[in-house]
């Protein structure tokens, strides 16, 4: 009578033979850890996959305003402060609406011993134009503005005559001084530099000069009535 073989425990290839019981539950108890393992690698990533979907919902809902822009600079403020301490006037130009300043201060005390008044702008094009007046400036001083640039002609506005420096097509980048004109008024050099266009540096000198002629004419009336 033959033997039963389904009886019979089943040979394990790797061993070549049945396995023993503690075999049996050695594997089953490692098979056990295997599962857990498998389990708790997918519950994190599940649950990873849960909060970045969770994120990207709250940055889709939730409004953005527009980023909340510096305050504007009241540089006619900040100038009537200092008004008196240097061998001119501080200019303070009228300019239109939409024209904002974003920065204002008289630099004393300088390495190169010649303080300056500076006003930073933002055009209606949201382009930079800075205005400096130097006090007792020198021809150095002056080409430190512009980059030591060369001036490349003239213009005259209201009657004042101001030196072009036009680096637009400039082989070398010259930073904000893409366009600038200068004057000199009394013990005053002035730069009105920057990155907008020549039309809106323009408008900055011709508030500049309408500033000079008045401070000019006080300065004519003052002396006719000594």
Known sequence: MSRDRSAQPAVVAELGRPETPEETAARKAQDSRNHRTRQTVNNLVLSLLATLAIVVVIVLIVPRGEPVAAPAVDYATIAGLAQGT???PLVTPKLPEKWVSNSAVLHTKTADGIDDWYIGLISPAKQFVGVTQGFNA?????????????????TVIDGVQWTIYDNRQASTDQGNVKYALTTEFAHSTFVVFGTAN????????????????TMNSSNTNGESSK
């Open 138 to 154: 020198n021809s150095s001083w002056l080409a430190d503005q512009v980059n030591r640039s060369l001036a490349s002609g003239t």
């Open 198 to 213: 020549p039309q809106e540096i323009d408008t900055v000198a011709g508030a500049v000069t309408a500033q000079l002629r």
């Open 86 to 88: 240097e061998a001119d």
